[in-house]
């Protein structure tokens, strides 16, 4: 029997839950692109995105995903040739050095595995050894979203100042804004890249690409800036169409402003990541009780490397697969696959999945998940230790 029907329940890590509020934001007519409204409506947008990323800097906007705005934030500080060192712990760091490989630079890559944070000492040392300063830009991954093991960004910029090295620092908080703390100044991030479709709340086609100073200057020798990824007029536009290089992707916008608002009327970015730290503690209180004597693991065992916005799982092969596939037919919520941990085609890929927990998510929608995770190992004959839901009840209690 399946208790599908009702409302379905999409808990993947991106795109992320839709609120009816932004999905009815972006319901009315083309707007007029050439004044009115949406015209100036910009300035406010993009002051609140700014407050969101915590940063006095600068931010253009791309019409695209988070690949193009991994592209964009390179191409605009990098030259040909040039040296770039990636952290990486899952497959997201991966993808963003591919595309600093594709603009030509020259990448290394420090791989910390795919169940711990980079380790800022290792960071340090690499960067000791650059005597010569080639290295022109550190990139980082907040979030990997396919491990969901969190970066220590504050830690990691002071081991890059403790050196005295000149690189930029690059972040990818594509998972991350809007769900775990950026502070993007305060942390001394130089360029820093995400998305709409994730702690935004908003459908993918928005990509952020925040700069600061330094990485302003160093666009000056950015052989790799073409016109459209230019992002000088982008974030100093004299004519609206110069914000988007063309036509504005109008519904975006609205429901992105209605996001905005939502985040602004919950009490600021503050009260967002508060809300989302408490509900993967949720999350994580109820894997600890199922793991105890069951076969459930957590990826990240530190809970201070742990994301806020996702949480990456094993079983035992084949049962993730499994367990997601029982999850969207008998009770309509839809996990993450497992991304990166093992090959497609290898049996084991079948042992890892994800819970989505970012954005638009609650105590109901938290509990109702892991209920229904707990329903599904029941079903299945998963071994799992007890009482995984009331902990995480517990959580939600003491809120
Ligand atoms: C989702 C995600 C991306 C890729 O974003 P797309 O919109 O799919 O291009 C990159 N980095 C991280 C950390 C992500 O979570």
Known sequence: MSLSHGRSYLAIPGPS????????AMHVP????????????????????????RTNGNLAIYIGNGH?????ALANVLARGDKVLVLVNGIFGLGWATIAERLGAVVEIIDFGRAEA??????????RQDTGGEIRAVLAVHVDTSTSIRADIAGLRAAMDA????ALFMVDAIASLGCDRMEMDAWGVDVLVAASQKGLMCPPGLGLVFFGAKAAAARARAT?????????????????????????PVHGLLGLREALDMIAEEGGISAVWARHEKLARAVWAACSAWGAGGELRMIVADPAARSHAVTALALPAPEATRLREWCTAKAGV????????APPDDP??????????????????VLGVLGTIEAGMLALGIVHGAGGLAAAARIIAEA
């Open 334 to 341: 839809t996990l993450g696959i497992g991304l990166g941990l």
């Open 118 to 127: 980079p380790d800022p000492d290792r960071l340090a040392e690499r960067l």
């Open 163 to 166: 050196t005295g090295h000149g």
């Open 348 to 365: 084991a890929w079948h042992g890892y999945f994800r819970i989505g927990h970012m954005g638009h998510v609650n105590a109901h929608m």
């Open 224 to 248: 790799c800036a073409t016109a459209y990824w230019d992002w000088v007029p982008r974030a100093a536009p004299e004519h609206f169409y110069q914000y988007f290089g063309g036509t504005a």
């Open 17 to 24: 839950v839709l609120p009816d509020r932004v999905l009815n």
């Open 30 to 53: 083309s707007p007029n692109i050439y004044e009115g409204a949406l015209v100036e409506m910009l300035p406010g947008l993009v002051a609140d995105l700014k407050a969101v990323a």
């Open 68 to 72: 193009a705005a991994w592209e964009a």
